[in-house]
């Protein structure tokens, strides 16, 4: 990969620091950080059997727009039999009882995009191993976040653009921290975490690149999907699924998702359950988003409060 320079130390939940700020992300760096995983003992463990997390993913789910998404019976079964398959290293599944108790919002995101986008991926890729590769590699998404401040993720006003650049480090974070526990910088779910806010015209971050990962791609709609129909401190209500839909549309038609991600995600937002390919998706903007809705907006670090 292309080498990035870190503004902000990568650290574990208990403090260890991976590597300093300033620190180039060379290859040389990520093998070296792989080899100093291979000390640490952590054999994965089943996700879902994990404190509550079997409890509150089946909680989630039920709820809101979820209960339609995931309205047919045999397919939630079969989706719940494949997320008991995944197994996540301790560590990770320690960061889910830091944030349940910490920031519930951020608890409550990462199982809801860790079902969703293992349900997307049961429409989009062929094989069964890689369907459960993608399941085991959901979860790990926003994995980096522990390595920023909790008054920045739950935060109630906007953000400041010194503020923002602290988030957007959960990318690299998370990725380093994968490659760490995982011993492997080449590993999926060590790369969904560094890329899952990159786009396929280039326009993300962490590194700006053109998004080939179909595994990726998918996290990246799922988590933009969940981040608009979900509670956020950030703002008073959340999107209505009319409007959360057309920013996903909107996405797609700006070239930075797939078109069929998007007809697989409003296929299962319909009650009569249409095959995908025969989904026919409106590209009519009738939604507004809600009152005091701050997503998306970033304040000048010298300029006044929003409130």
């Known amino acids: 990969m292309a080498a990035l320079t870190l503004h902000y130390p990568v650290h574990t939940l208990d403090g260890e620091e991976i590597l300093p700020s300033g620190t180039l992300l060379s290859d040389t760096t990520l093998e070296e950080v792989a080899a100093r995983g291979k000390n640490v003992l952590s054999p994965p463990l089943p996700a879902m059997e994990f404190s509550t997390v079997r409890r509150d993913l089946l909680a989630l789910t039920g709820r809101g727009v979820y209960r339609t998404i995931f309205g047919d019976e045999a397919e939630y079964r079969g989706l719940i039999r494949l997320l008991e398959m995944t197994r996540l290293p301790l560590p990770v599944l320690e960061s889910l009882e830091f944030y349940k108790r910490n920031d519930p919002y951020t608890y409550h995101h990462i199982l809801l995009v860790f079902a969703l986008s293992s349900h997307l991926a049961r429409n989009l890729l062929d094989e069964f191993e890689e369907i459960l590769q993608e399941a085991s590699a959901g979860p790990f998404h926003d994995f980096g976040k522990i390595c920023v401040p909790l008054e920045i993720l739950t935060k109630k006003t906007a953000l400041r653009k010194s503020e923002r650049k602290v988030l957007e480090h959960h990318t690299l974070a998370g990725f380093i ?22 786009r396929l015209d280039g326009s993300g971050y962490p590194r700006g690149i053109l998004l080939s990962s179909r595994f990726v791609e998918i996290v990246a709609a799922c988590d933009v999907y969940d981040a608009l129909i979900s ?12 409007t959360a839909l057309e920013v996903i549309t909107a996405m797609a038609e700006e070239g930075k998702i797939g078109w069929d991600v998007v007809q697989v995600l409003v296929s299962h937002n319909r009650k009569g359950k249409p ?17 005091g809705n701050l997503y998306g907006i970033v304040l000048d670090d010298d300029g006044p409060a929003r409130h």
């Open 177 to 198: 921290l994968l490659s760490y526990y995982l011993r492997d910088p080449g590993i999926l779910a060590a790369v969904i975490a560094r890329d899952h806010h990159e």
């Open 231 to 242: 509670p956020r401190p950030y703002r008073v209500s959340i999107y209505d699924n009319r």
């Open 275 to 291: 095959r995908p390919e025969e989904c026919k998706v409106s590209i009519e903007k009738r939604g507004k988003p809600p009152e």
